[in-house]
């Protein structure tokens, strides 16, 4: 800003900064108190550069699935269905299960409850894990289309069946499932995903 005081923080640290808060704390149990501290910005700082709690919220999400989900893009390009749903489930029960991140995901962690007037960002959440279920769908219909799974597969349900099994592989994380026990259960889901698969008779 002409005139303006120059900004003395690095605004893209003090967010990945606020992610960590953010994802150990949800978003009801941070305090703006608390993330000017760990962020390193003082109130007038945070509120010019980043918005309110919950603008600087939405934009931790995103940094979140720019930073800490890129392997779920990755999986998106593995040659078959069978290999995305592998690649995502394993390395999800790994994400999860980080010794330098807090436990669990910050998109189910953000937001397991929230106080009425807060609504709209559980809504936020939702729209955001939403967004990952799309792109899954995508992914299976185009190996439907290539005859990698059947012609009568509903790549909305599987979507939608991966994406139950990860965010119940979050809470259990947050609860303090290892990786070995998270490992086991993706193991389970992905030989229901190729049973589901398998025509009847």
């Known amino acids: 800003m002409a005139g303006g005081r120059p900004r003395t923080f690095d605004a893209e640290a003090a967010l990945d900064r606020a992610v960590e808060v953010f994802w150990r704390q949800g978003y009801e149990g941070t305090a703006v108190a608390e993330l000017t501290e760990r962020m390193g910005v003082n109130k007038p700082s945070l509120y010019a550069v980043f918005g309110t709690k919950e603008e600087l919220f939405q934009q931790v999400v995103r940094r979140y699935a720019e930073v800490e989900l890129a392997y779920f893009r990755d ?7 069978l290999e995305v749903v592998r690649d ?3 390395r999800n029960a790994a994400a999860l299960t980080q010794p330098d991140r807090p436990p669990g995901c910050l998109s189910i962690q953000g937001g397991l409850s929230a106080n009425p007037a ?12 939403r967004t990952g279920e799309d792109a899954l769908a995508e992914r299976f219909a185009r190996a439907r289309d290539e005859g990698d799974l059947p012609a009568d597969a509903d790549p909305v349900v599987l979507a ?7 965010e ?3 809470v259990h994380a947050s609860a303090g499932a290892t990786r070995d026990e998270l490992m086991q259960s993706a193991a389970i889901a ?3 995903f190729e049973h589901a698969l398998t025509p009847a008779g």
């Open 88 to 90: 995502y489930l394993d």
């Open 168 to 170: 119940g592989q979050a």
């Open 160 to 166: 939608r069946y991966v994406m139950v099994v990860s």
């Open 118 to 129: 807060h609504d709209t960002v559980t809504q936020f959440l939702a729209s955001s894990r």
């Open 75 to 81: 999986a998106l390009t593995r040659p078959t269905a």
């Open 190 to 192: 992905l030989k229901a």
